[in-house]
């Protein structure tokens, strides 16, 4: 079946360091979405890829989709200690639905 | 947050007891899913319903079941717990619209003894 793998599984940087998690899945996905999940918290819809080589940006957030549409990126620049938490990518198949979760990025953030 | 609850939120059962985990939607949402989160693991899909009386397996169904008798409700029971069904289990759901995005309830942490 498909597998979403993302590295690192864990960084840990500074506040104003940027920050970049990688997602690689071992099947060409119709679309890309990306979750976020606050300590505690449930995962969070930011947002959705699905073009080939696509870029969009949420103020300091930078999302890609790779050309062959089978990875994809999120890069925060200057990190704030908001940004803490786990980051998810979750790749669609373009059928009924579904998606599948990668493991996720930890993301910790100190002063 | 789209009318997503969940019930209980927290459950520490014995091995060998059914569980039942409710999910409750109020934005009449078609799609329902259950996912578990385990560390290392990110999220599973264990089912999901695309309607009322229409569901299917995800990767990780062995030892559960659901049940959608109305558009609002996606049930999942674990049939006989066990150990490795400790876990924090997330419903999840998805309208039709721009964005495709899913919504998730706040969880229920399980803990099997």
Known sequence: GQQVMQIPQYQHVQEGEDFTTYCNSSTTLSNIQWYKQRPGGHPVFLIQLVKSGEVKKQKRLTFQFGEAKKNSSLHITATQTTDVGTYFCAGGDGTASKLTFGTGTRLQVTL | ?113
């Open chain 2, 1 to 113: 947050d789209a009318g997503i609850t969940q019930s209980p939120r927290h459950k520490v059962t014995e091995t060998g007891t059914p569980v039942t985990l409710r999910c409750h939607q109020t934005e009449n949402h078609r799609y329902m899913y259950w996912y578990r989160q385990d560390p290392g693991h990110g999220l599973r899909l264990i089912h999901y319903s695309y309607g009322v009386k229409d569901t299917d397996k995800g990767e990780v169904s062995d030892g559960y079941s659901v049940s959608r008798s109305k558009t609002e409700d996606f049930l999942l029971t674990l049939e006989s717990a066990t150990s490795s069904q400790t876990s924090v289990y997330f419903c999840a759901t998805h309208g039709q619209g721009a964005g495709n995005e899913q919504f998730f309830g706040p969880g229920t942490r399980l803990t099997v003894l």
